[in-house]
């Protein structure tokens, strides 16, 4: 069988494109860890805020340098809307949603979860640069969809501020 030269350049270039899709993929979930996340867990959506680890929103230090943020989702805010987590530390972001399904899209990492009625998400995180991360709601959730936003804040390593602590105390009380 004869095939036409143009017809296996043509060939050349498809085997072409689908070994450098499937290269992409591979380094998308091998090298940068970009993966679907999987449901972590079921909720009663009406008893979120009775409900273990969601009845105290926020950070805490579970193990060394592994810290856990848990987060509640409502029309339209996050709760906490701010959290504070050090640099270079392992954190285990745990979310839900009381009503509707929101979005929790940490902008400039590959943090992107779906926070779905009943279900719980969970994704793990490890900020290697110190500042602040705006955090945006990216499923419609009605009108105020376009405010529902939140902050992480990444903290520089404590022996950093171990320094400044005594200084910030004063300014910061009241
Ligand atoms: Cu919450 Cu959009």
Same mark, same amino acid.
């Given at each position: 069988?004869?095939?036409?030269? $143009?017809?296996?350049?043509? *060939? =050349?270039? &498809? +085997?072409?494109?689908? *070994?450098?899709?499937?290269?992409? +993929? ?6 940068? &860890? ?6 972590? &867990?079921? #909720? ?26 848990? #987060? ?10 701010? #959290?504070? /987590? ?14 509707? #399904? ?26 290697? =640069?110190?500042?602040? $991360? ?5 499923? $419609?959730?009605? *009108? ?9 804040? /990444? ?20």
């Amino acid at each position: 069988m004869k095939v036409h030269t $143009y017809e296996k350049a043509f *060939l =050349a270039v &498809g +085997l072409a494109v689908l *070994l450098v899709c499937g290269a992409a +993929l591979v380094y998308a979930t091998a090298v940068q &860890g970009i993966h679907l996340p999987g449901v972590a &867990g079921r #909720i009663d959506p009406r008893r979120v805020y009775q409900t273990p680890p969601f009845n105290k929103p926020g950070v805490r230090e579970v193990g060394p340098g592994h810290y856990q943020a848990v #987060i509640v989702s409502q029309t339209w805010a996050f709760v906490p809307p701010v #959290i504070r /987590v050090p640099v270079n530390a392992k954190i285990t972001f745990i979310a839900t949603t009381v009503d509707v #399904i929101h979005g929790f899209n940490v902008e400039g990492t590959r943090l992107n979860m779906m926070l779905v009625p009943g279900q719980v998400s969970r994704n793990s995180y490890r900020f290697s =640069a110190p500042g602040e $991360y705006l955090v945006i709601c990216h499923e $419609y959730c009605g *009108l105020g969809h376009h405010t529902m936003a939140g902050k992480v804040v /990444v903290e520089g390593a404590a022996a950093d501020r171990a320094g400044g602590d005594e200084a910030d105390d004063d300014g910061e009380d009241h």
